[in-house]
């Protein structure tokens, strides 16, 4: 979140029921998607306001709709979340692969951050040229 925005948040563990997260054929990204049943662990970051939601929706690209959906924390409590969810016209990209945090940690990390502190540059230089 810090090399996408520039900014650190609060954050904290939750759970994204009735979604599943998988891999996109030919990327280090995965994407989530609407299946009954499943669930996605993940990150849920506070204290976001609207620029900031601007800055993550360029990044996060048109192949994403965000959408307001229930979440549920280590603590039982229901909030809304902002959820980067794949458009249904996208979905031939994906593949029948889960995606694998641990996966992606080991191999990937370092050079997706490095291609996100690179958004982030270019992205603030654009708003102030």
Not at 31 to 36: F, N
Not at 77 to 106: G, M
Request: glycine residues 4%; contains cysteine.
């Amino acid at each position: 979140m810090q090399a996408v925005t520039g900014k650190k948040f609060p954050s904290f563990d939750a759970v994204l029921d009735d979604y599943c997260r998988y891999s996109i054929r030919d990327e280090i990204y995965p994407a989530v998607i609407a299946e009954t049943g499943a669930s996605v662990c993940g990150r849920l970051y506070s204290g976001l306001d609207w620029p900031v939601l601007k800055i993550l929706d360029v990044f996060e690209d048109n192949i994403y709709i965000r959408r307001e959906i229930d979440v549920t924390t280590m603590c039982d409590n229901i909030i809304k979340a902002h959820v980067y969810v794949l458009s249904d016209q996208h979905r031939e990209i994906l593949s029948e692969e889960p995606w694998e945090l641990e996966h992606f940690t080991h191999d990937y990390l370092d050079k997706y951050l490095t291609v996100c502190r690179k958004f982030f540059r270019d992205y603030k230089s654009k708003q102030s040229g």
